[in-house]
């Protein structure tokens, strides 16, 4: 079945739809190679520049919503719960993807003084201003992560154990996409809904510019340190992220639906992704973690790895 995100999803249907943190620990990523995305620098540069903005970003978003965690009623609650559990993982994870890519020669330095940069913008912010801030970060981390399992092109032949870690990132951010968002609206219950929508959407332009530019800079910067001159990394990155099949380019619709009165994060139905994405890495772990240990409830998974390693 091919999971296509649709906005169609009536209202009365955004249902809770639960967050349940899954087990992870990421392995070999030293082994993967400098360019792990095919040898591609172009393309790893784009991961590897989110990569270096994950655990200190993460951190941020915790720490956000830290605050809200026993003042929303459940289920709300539970789900922030399990939001910080998820992203203090995903901290942990992407914390050793970027150890291997020091270890592979990288100084990820200029990058990590970039996103400690943004997060020291809102040092003296309200706790409403970092919730919100948080809010749109996961907009534009879901619709990646939607972009990710939808159109699985973007890692296709890339290091298999950093697939895995990928895959596992992006199914959970999908699942806990709202949790920031609801819990903004919990926060901001007493404001007028224009009063709502505008800071949503100024906040929401404000950060992704600084997120546009910021992932861009560090993707030039990786690339200078594999011997590109920016004048010819730049050019490299923007066709790569928004010429047809992009990830940027397929999310700019998305990021427009953000901006509409209205809006919830569940009117971009991809729950189906999450069982795809959950298919996938579950073929990427009998690949990599062997066949042999397979038990008779696994072979209908053996049919999707070979598919992925047909593909
Ligand atoms: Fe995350
Ligand atoms: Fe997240």
């Known amino acids: ?64 919503l830290k605050p809200w965690r026993d003042r929303v009623p459940e289920p709300l609650a539970s789900d922030v719960a399990a939001f910080i559990v998820q992203e203090a993982a995903h901290t942990r994870e992407h914390g050793a993807m970027n150890k291997a890519l020091i270890a592979s020669g990288y100084d990820m330095a200029p990058l990590d003084r970039a996103i400690r940069g943004f997060v020291s913008t809102f040092a003296n912010a309200g706790d409403i201003t970092k919730l919100g801030a948080t809010m749109c970060i996961e907009h534009l981390t879901a619709i990646v992560a939607s972009e990710l399992m939808l159109r699985p092109h973007h890692l296709q032949g890339s290091d298999p154990e950093m697939q895995k870690l990928w895959f596992w990132h992006g199914i959970e951010e999908i699942e806990h996409k709202a949790v920031a968002f609801d819990t903004w609206m919990f926060a901001t219950a007493h404001w007028s809904p224009m009063r709502r929508w505008l800071v949503r959407s100024a906040l929401m332009v404000a950060v992704s510019i600084s997120f546009f530019i910021n992932r861009t800079r560090g993707q030039v910067e990786l690339m200078r340190q594999d011997g590109f001159g920016w004048t010819k990394a730049l050019p490299m990155i923007l066709r790569n992220g928004f010429a047809k099949g992009g990830v940027g380019r397929a999310v700019l619709k998305p990021w427009f639906q953000f901006l509409k009165p209205g809006f919830h994060p569940w009117q971009i139905d991809d729950r189906q992704l999450i069982a795809k994405g959950e298919a996938m890495l579950k073929a990427l772990q009998i690949i990599t973690e062997g066949e042999l240990q397979l038990r008779p409830a696994d072979r209908q998974d053996q049919t999707v790895s070979r598919q992925i390693q047909a593909a």
């Open 1 to 64: 079945m091919k999971a296509t995100p649709s906005s169609s999803i009536p209202a009365q249907d955004l249902a809770h739809t639960g967050c349940s943190p899954r087990k992870f620990r990421a392995r070999n990523l030293h082994q993967a190679g400098r360019h792990w995305v095919r040898g591609d620098a172009c393309a790893t540069a784009f991961f590897n520049a989110l990569s270096a903005v994950f655990p200190v970003g993460e951190a941020f978003m915790i720490e956000a």
